[in-house]
């Protein structure tokens, strides 16, 4: 019997196809112990705003580390998670569900994470059970 498998490296608030893949196979690997790169989607996404897209960056240590991996890229800064909490609900207040999701979503932003990679096993984990996906991950 054939088993069918996922590997992707984690990202900030991950988009629908990420978990219509996650949900498509038997097993996902989370591949974290990959160089991280600037730039790109494992700290930062868009969110859709009434002045168009906005970036949400989770401000982590890059100087002088060129060759870190994902979990091992550090949060530089606190108080991103108030910036990023105040653009969601200044953009999507009014969306359908969002006052049912508010709570779970203003613990789900104040998680203590230190680490990049711990962040978003965190938000992937969240979103997983909230939409019933239940697959083996494997870190």
Known sequence: MAKTVAILQSNYIPWKGY??????VDEFILYDEVQYTRRDWRNRNKIKTADGTQWLTVPV???GK????????LI?????EKNHWTRICSAYSK????KEYYPKLVHLLSFPATNLA???W???NFWLAEFEIKVNIIR
């Open 95 to 98: 969306a359908p569900y969002f």
């Open 76 to 80: 530089s800064e606190s108080g991103w």
């Open 66 to 73: 060129y060759f870190q991996k994902i979990n091992e890229t």
């Open 122 to 124: 965190e938000q992937l």
């Open 61 to 63: 240590e890059v100087k």
């Open 118 to 120: 711990q962040l978003c």
């Open 19 to 24: 978990f219509d893949l996650i949900r498509s």
